[in-house]
Nanobody, 125 residues
């Protein structure tokens, strides 16, 4: 089992920045690829970014490429998502996810085996 707890969401103006953190725990958490998804009201959960278990590969949705940066700290079992130049369309609940396989194409929510409880990000215009 892997447990994921997100933090760092909040309200920010357009153009601002936020950093999300995901604290992971569990005996084999270090072997999982980790990612972030988001879900806006009335929309499906969509992929944002992923980082390989080794930390040496990352993957981004086109909508956030160049603005968001994902990283992981094995020593602290933490995954972070630095979000810059935020836009109102980034408003959503952001979920941390863990999966056993690296995605070769943009993954759906079926990619993840474990989920966090989510953290709200609201970007005002």
């Amino acid at each position: 089992q892997v447990q994921l707890v997100e933090s760092g969401g909040g309200l920010v103006q357009a153009g601002g920045s936020l950093r999300l953190s995901c604290a992971a725990s569990g005996r084999t958490v270090g072997h999982y690829d980790m990612g972030w998804f988001r879900q806006a009201p009335g929309k499906e959960r969509e992929f944002v970014s992923a980082v390989k278990w080794s930390g040496d590969s990352t993957y981004y949705a086109d909508s956030v490429k160049g603005r968001f940066t994902i990283s992981r700290d094995h020593a602290k079992n933490t995954v972070r998502l630095q979000m810059n130049s935020l836009k109102p369309e980034d408003t959503a609940v952001y979920y941390c996810a863990a999966a056993r396989t690296w995605p070769l194409i943009i993954p759906t929510s079926k990619w993840a085996e474990f989920w966090g409880q989510g953290t709200q990000v609201t970007v005002s215009s």
